[in-house]
């Protein structure tokens, strides 16, 4: 098993440009959430889902969107790129109660 | 929602000592509390999670203990070892294991 992977690992985006932070799992988990994590501040929940089809927001959801249309996949989108969105993006799954198991991050700069 | 504060923000100790790091919670339908471990550009991994039914928990030279009247629960390592030096980070959850609420993070130092 992969476990949980993120691509792309680095992204350097001007502002006003969008793009899409790509998550995948293959552990079957029924959930899944996005975090940023920015220094000194831990790590805070921007979306998260419960099962295919079923989202819901976090902590800090402003300037992101996301979808589950699979198990597998949940897509992070900036929808305007904004140098406060610089963080390190970590996405993570679990099933049911059970531990959640990050992904390896993607680190992104605003410019 | 959910705040949780974590204390201290950085601590050194010398190799086999002992390191104490606190967290405090404010929801107390909160009733799952993982701890975290994040070396330097990786990942966080769990290495320790405590239940509300449950007081106390080891794991080796991990443990973990909980307060629910006073909502703070503690991580606590003992004969540290360079390798533990890391960022741990506390959290709570009211779905256990979904939806998890973090602490600031703790960066700790074992000097040999």
């Known amino acids: 098993n992969a476990g949980v992977t993120q691509t792309p690992k680095f992204q350097v985006l001007k502002t006003g440009q969008s793009m899409t932070l790509q998550c995948a799992q293959d552990?079957?988990?029924?959930?899944m959430s996005w975090y940023r994590q920015d220094p000194g501040m831990g790590l805070r929940l921007i979306h998260y889902s419960v099962g295919a089809g079923i989202t819901d927001q976090g902590e800090v959801p402003n300037g992101y969107n996301v979808s589950r249309s699979t198990t597998e996949d949940f897509p992070l989108r900036l929808l305007s790129a904004a140098p406060s969105q610089t963080s390190v993006y970590f996405c993570a799954s679990s099933y049911g109660g059970e531990v959640q198991f990050f992904g390896p991050g993607t680190r992104l700069t605003v410019l | 929602g959910e705040n949780v504060e974590q204390h201290p923000s950085t601590l050194s100790v010398q190799e086999g000592d002992s390191a104490v790091i606190k967290c405090t919670y404010s929801?107390?339908?909160?009733?799952?509390f993982p701890w975290y471990k994040q070396e330097l550009g990786k990942r966080p991994q769990l290495i320790i999670d405590?239940?509300?039914?449950?007081g106390e928990k080891k794991d080796q030279r991990i443990a973990v203990t909980l307060n629910k009247t006073a909502k703070h629960f503690s991580l606590h390592i003992t004969e540290t070892q360079p390798e533990d030096s890391a960022v741990y980070f506390c959290a709570a959850s009211i779905n256990a294991g979904n939806m998890l609420t973090f602490g600031g993070g703790t960066r700790l130092m074992v000097k040999p």
């Open positions: 929801d107390s339908a909160s009733n799952y």
């Open positions: 405590i239940r509300s039914n449950v």
């Open positions: 552990m079957n988990h029924e959930y």
